[in-house]
């Protein structure tokens, strides 16, 4: 027994990333306070890896409250797979073409588009969906502060992200979504 409720626990679990983040920030400015220019010098550095690492646990933070959809996702040495109940598959990161974030039977799904126009379709909130976060982050070219938006609101028109050098493949994400479920889905022949 520890003593919190259970709503205590779940919220420090959830934001324990971005709580270690603002301490390491106070430590910095604490380093800071000693005065002299290498204590200050080296306090500016802590505030700032740790204004990094706080931008990073609030994006995760936020993922992580999502309701679990069903299907795995892992992330194994450049590539993205899915395991999902009804169709699944994966793509390598050197082959991803373009980014979506989209809608299907109500749940936000990430749409992966390779350069051979296959779509993968994950939901935003399966197991494992938040690795995909920073493995977005470093696609050159990425803004993860569109990212971080488009998952808590409103769906954005077009591709998150192109690869530089390409042209976005499709208009509207009806297009994809069932482009996808044709690739992917195993009941359909």
Same mark, same amino acid.
């Given at each position: 027994m520890t003593g919190l409720r259970p709503e205590v626990?779940?919220? @420090?679990? /959830? +934001? /324990?990333? =971005?709580?270690?983040?603002? &301490?390491?920030?106070?430590? *910095?400015? +604490?380093?800071?306070? +000693? *005065? *002299?220019? $290498? +204590?200050?010098?080296l306090g500016v550095v802590v505030v700032l890896a740790a204004a990094g690492w706080a931008r990073v646990a609030w994006s995760r933070a936020r993922l992580a409250g999502i309701a679990r959809a069903p299907g795995i996702v892992q992330v194994t040495?450049?590539?993205?797979?899915? $395991?999902g109940p009804h169709r699944g598959g994966f793509i390598a990161l050197a082959d991803l073409r373009e980014v979506r974030l989209s809608q299907e039977n109500g749940h936000r799904?990430?749409?992966?588009?390779?350069?051979? /126009?296959?779509? =993968?379709t994950i939901p935003? &909130?399966?197991?494992?969906? %938040?690795? @995909?976060?920073?493995? @977005?982050?470093? @696609?050159?070219?990425? %803004?993860?502060?569109?990212v971080s938006a488009a998952i808590s609101g409103p769906i954005p028109p077009g591709a998150l992200w192109t690869r530089p050098g390409s042209r976005a493949l499709f208009r509207g994400g009806a297009d994809l979504?069932?482009? *996808?479920?044709?690739? /992917? %889905?195993?009941g359909r022949a």
């Open positions: 626990i779940e919220f @420090l679990t /959830r +934001w /324990r990333e =971005l709580i270690a983040a603002v &301490a390491a920030a106070l430590v *910095g400015i +604490w380093v800071w306070s +000693w *005065g *002299g220019w $290498f +204590w200050q010098g040495e450049g590539q993205i797979s899915f $395991f799904v990430w749409c992966l588009i390779s350069t051979e /126009r296959e779509a =993968l935003v &909130a399966a197991e494992g969906a %938040d690795k @995909l976060y920073d493995l @977005l982050a470093a @696609l050159p070219g990425m %803004d993860i502060g569109a979504l069932r482009m *996808g479920a044709q690739n /992917r %889905d195993p």
